[in-house]
């Protein structure tokens, strides 16, 4: 972790509270916000698709990333679900590591079993394998690298370079490494995810999933959908 990631990491949502002045952020538990009126909304309306809190987490997250905003989830799985509904439907491909997650290879499977999308999980390494897979005109690839369990490493940058190339959307599960060892946005993915669960934690008392975009647009599309199908992190 470099100096100024660890002055992220320690400063991020310190002196933010503006009503009081609280040093350190605040936990707020309120699922519901008032409003004096439908034409002076708040900032926040209803947890499901906000709260003050969960703002600090984002920001720091996305700052450490070096991402335009990130969107806070309940579980890395959710977090992994949220990606595929935002760029995948029926008949699309999503190009997978052959050694994934268990849980990633679970929900992939099963759900192209549905006829959600299209998986094909593909050995990464084998720069022919993965070429003979962008020929397919997938519409997104997913890396995960280090792998989990096996720590298998693969060349993120030359990965995104080729998906690029084929105009294919990027996404990196850095689960194993953590911002402060590798930042996939600067290696040309498009997004980064995370099971904050695991290293970003690593206290085993949190559950929780973030997904960091390069295009605030995405950011906005990812959130949209995060408040519609109810994956964010209430973080009580």
Wanted: net charge negative; aromatic share 6%; hydrophobic share 40%.
């Amino acid at each position: 972790m470099t100096r100024k990631q660890a002055t992220i990491a320690v400063r991020s949502g310190l002196n933010d509270d503006e009503q009081y002045g609280c040093v350190v952020p605040p936990i707020h538990l309120s699922s519901t916000y008032n409003f004096t009126g439908f034409n002076e909304p708040r900032a926040h309306d209803y947890s499901r698709r906000g709260n003050p809190t969960r703002d600090v987490v984002q920001r720091a997250l996305a700052e450490l990333e070096g991402g335009a905003g990130a969107v806070l989830t309940n579980t890395g799985m959710s977090a992994i679900h949220l990606v595929t509904t935002v760029f995948l439907k029926p008949g699309d491909l999503l190009i997978a590591p052959h050694d994934c997650y268990g849980g990633s290879y679970r929900l992939f499977d099963s759900l192209a079993t549905r006829g959600c999308y299209r998986v094909r999980f593909v050995d990464q390494s084998d720069e022919h394998a993965l070429q003979t897979a962008l020929e397919e005109k997938p519409k997104l690839v997913l890396v995960e690298s280090p792998s989990n369990p096996l720590l298998r490493v693969v060349d993120i940058a030359k990965i995104c370079r080729l998906a690029r190339e084929a105009s294919v959307v990027s996404v990196v599960d850095n689960t194993f490494l953590s911002p402060a060892l590798q930042n996939p946005l600067a290696l040309g993915a498009d997004l980064v995810l995370h099971s904050c669960t695991k290293y970003l934690n690593g206290h085993s008392d949190v559950v929780a999933g973030v997904v960091i975009a390069k295009d605030p647009e995405i950011v906005t599309e990812l959130a949209w959908w995060a408040n519609n199908i109810g994956v964010h992190w209430r973080g009580v």
